[in-house]
């Protein structure tokens, strides 16, 4: 399957719109070389929700599921007719003991941001120093022909910072914002998947 693939910076680098400038601050990340690959939502069964996904997506799906028993998920992907738009994948647990589960019983939905990157042991080290932990090392991925991939996030203190900077707020803590619930903020933290670039 083709997919489109993003510089870091995403599509605003290129027109230099006004929202350019706040895009740029995240891209230290991985210093400008990662490719935004796709975006993940995790779900209780993609076969019950492809096609309304598809439809409500503008995007095609080819009917692929993917089983991947090291990640223990299954995977399909969904590529968006408007080329601006990144690939979609739907996740969904293929064991008891999948890593989606706990985020699913929370109720699902966006779970991840995933990079493509040159070099998968610099990225940790780069997202690391960027104030992120690894929260599952290095491990191939059956849906990207054995390519490894790792998964970090923001430590929580960090994550907070790094927020309130991006917004230029003050950096103590503040009360949550009324469209930012406690609980969402304290048990759903984005997680950024990193993808090798070439097979190693």
Not at 101 to 125: M, P, Q, T
Request: proline share 8%.
């Amino acid at each position: 399957m083709a997919q489109v693939m993003w510089p870091l910076n995403g599509p605003n680098e290129q027109r230099g719109g006004a929202d350019s400038a706040q895009v740029d601050r995240v891209a230290p990340l991985l210093s400008g070389k990662g490719m935004l690959h796709h975006l993940g939502f995790v779900v209780s069964s993609i076969s019950a929700v492809a096609e309304q996904f598809a439809a409500s997506t503008a995007a095609r799906w080819d009917g692929e599921v993917i089983h991947d028993p090291i990640q223990r998920v299954r995977v399909a992907f969904f590529s968006p007719a408007d080329s601006q738009i990144p690939v979609l994948e739907l996740v969904e647990p293929a064991s008891e003991v999948s890593p989606v589960n706990d985020f699913l019983k929370k109720r699902g939905g966006f779970h991840h941001v995933c990079y493509e990157i040159d070099d998968l042991a610099s990225g940790l080290r780069e997202a690391w120093g960027a104030g992120l932990v690894i929260v599952a090392d290095p491990a191939p991925a059956v849906a990207f022909g054995g390519r490894r991939i790792a998964w970090v996030q923001f430590r929580r203190w960090m994550y907070d910072a790094k927020i309130r900077e991006q917004l230029g707020m003050p950096r103590e803590p503040l009360k949550p914002l009324p469209m930012f619930p406690q609980d969402d903020c304290s048990r759903r933290r984005l997680l950024v998947e990193l993808l090798e670039r070439n097979r190693k």
